[in-house]
């Protein structure tokens, strides 16, 4: 019942098809490795293995051709939500945010971007604006204001607008502060920022 829910939200916006269901987190994996959706949306809970695991499979640190995964859950724990974003996740929404934020995670995650959902935000950058983190290579002074921008959610052309260069400089700006830091994508960026305290 909950997937065909899912479903019916999801096809109710025209931009979106849903290519693939699985009744567990071991067929998840499988079936996404198969069919390579653009994002995958995994529950927290799944028998034989979690969504966490499952974004750890199909997007987490040493994984050669990452997958876009999206967390859901009905379950508002801090813990969940810090686990999923180490593991890859490039969004993590609650169930009970409605039809039209499940929509927009979808598609901030196929446009590369992030969305967490706004009960938890407060609390997660609070939680990483108090954490250190050792330092790599040093930022240039631009290559720190496209990082702080992309911790506010902006996307790649918003910032180009904001700093007055190309897209094509912005993407070049976040390549070069990915090598630096070690951040695998737009999510470990921000979370970058704030753990090192530069969110300006």
């Keep these: 019942m909950v997937r065909r829910n899912l479903r019916r939200i999801l096809e109710s916006a025209p931009d979106l098809r849903v290519v ?7 067929a998840a994996v499988e079936r996404a490795r198969v069919l390579r ?6 529950d927290i ?16 640190p040493g994984v050669p051709d990452p997958v876009r995964v999206v967390v859901i859950t009905t379950f508002e724990l801090d813990e969940y939500v ?18 039209a934020l499940l929509i927009e995670g979808v598609r901030a995650a196929m446009a590369g971007d992030l969305l967490v959902s706004p009960q938890l935000t407060v609390r ?26 992309v911790a506010r959610a902006r996307t790649n052309a918003e910032i180009a ?13 976040l390549a070069n502060i990915q090598r ?4 695998r994508n737009r999510v470990a960026i921000a979370a970058w920022v704030w753990e090192t305290g530069r969110s300006g």
């Design 20 to 26: 693939g269901e699985a009744a567990d987190g071991v």
């Design 45 to 60: 809970r799944m028998p034989r293995r979690d969504g966490l695991a499952v974004a750890r499979e199909l997007a987490g």
């Design 124 to 149: 997660l950058l609070a939680h990483l604006s108090g954490r250190s983190r050792p330092e790599g290579e040093e930022l240039t002074e631009r290559e720190l204001a496209v990082a702080r921008l």
């Design 161 to 173: 607008a904001e700093l007055f260069v190309t897209p094509g400089t912005v993407k070049t700006h």
């Design 82 to 99: 810090y686990a999923a974003l180490r593991n890859g996740a490039c969004g993590f929404l609650l169930k009970r945010s409605g039809p």
């Design 180 to 183: 630096k830091t070690g951040a």
């Design 37 to 42: 959706p653009d994002v995958v949306l995994a």
